[in-house]
């Protein structure tokens, strides 16, 4: 019955290669989110989709790259990974897209080494 | 960009004591103000938020207070329970939520 799901919760693997995290909601929500959590604790958006549509593109490598194929999922790709793209990543959905509360899935620690 | 400073990082306090933490942001068009809670290891979820159109909003222990002139704004917790020990995020939003840097709250039995 979880609202926001993601999975995995837990990916390690070597520089270089390929990883996908995927992420669903069941909230009905049209907006979705992802977040990197560095070692600090500090929070910072990565993309936001509403309806399928990219509305928000930080300035992330573009060895990341998100994928909507329908608005209750958004699942993230990265390529070539790096030591520095260890961390927490969450998924979070809202009902709007933005002044809404955030609704964060459990988080998928990345760890490359 | 808006950009949201939080103070204080760490925050020791005395069970039953009342903790306050406090944010500061830039833009003067943003206009919604939630807090998140981060338990070790979960995922951060909202404990109360505020609009810019209200200056006060209580939940049980829980009150925030916002100063549009002064762009800042509070989270106040009373009554302080071991469970309360956590790390706390504000949030300031136009367009896009911007996090601060979160505050470390340690209650101590």
């Known amino acids: 019955d979880t609202a926001v799901s993601q999975t995995p919760k837990y990916l390690v693997t070597q520089m270089g290669n390929d990883k996908s995290i995927k992420c669903e909601q069941n909230l009905g929500h049209d907006t979705m989110y992802w977040y990197k959590q560095d070692s600090k604790k500090f929070l910072k958006i990565m993309f936001s989709y509403n309806n399928k549509e990219l509305i928000i593109n930080e300035t992330v490598p573009n060895r990341f790259s998100p994928k909507s194929p329908d608005k209750a999922h958004l699942n993230l790709h990265i390529n070539s990974l790096e030591l520095g793209d260890s961390a927490v990543y969450f998924c979070?959905?809202?009902?709007?897209?933005?002044?809404?509360?955030?609704?964060f899935g459990n988080g998928t620690r990345l760890t490359v080494t | 960009g808006e950009n949201v400073e939080q103070h204080p990082s760490t925050l020791s306090v005395q069970e039953g004591d009342s903790a306050v933490i406090k944010c500061t942001y830039s833009?003067?068009?943003?206009?919604?103000f939630p807090w998140y809670k981060q338990e070790l290891g979960k995922r951060p979820q909202l404990i109360i938020d505020i609009r810019s159109n209200v200056g006060e909003k209580k939940d049980q222990r829980i009150a925030v207070t916002l100063n549009k002139t002064a762009k800042h704004f509070s989270l106040h917790i009373t009554e302080t329970q071991p469970e309360d020990s956590a790390v706390y995020f504000c949030?300031?939003?136009?367009?896009?939520?911007?996090f601060g840097t979160g505050t470390r709250l340690t209650i101590i039995p």
């Open positions: 979070a959905s809202s009902s709007q897209s933005y002044n809404s509360p955030l609704h």
């Open positions: 833009d003067s068009a943003s206009n919604y």
């Open positions: 949030a300031a939003s136009r367009e896009k939520l911007t």
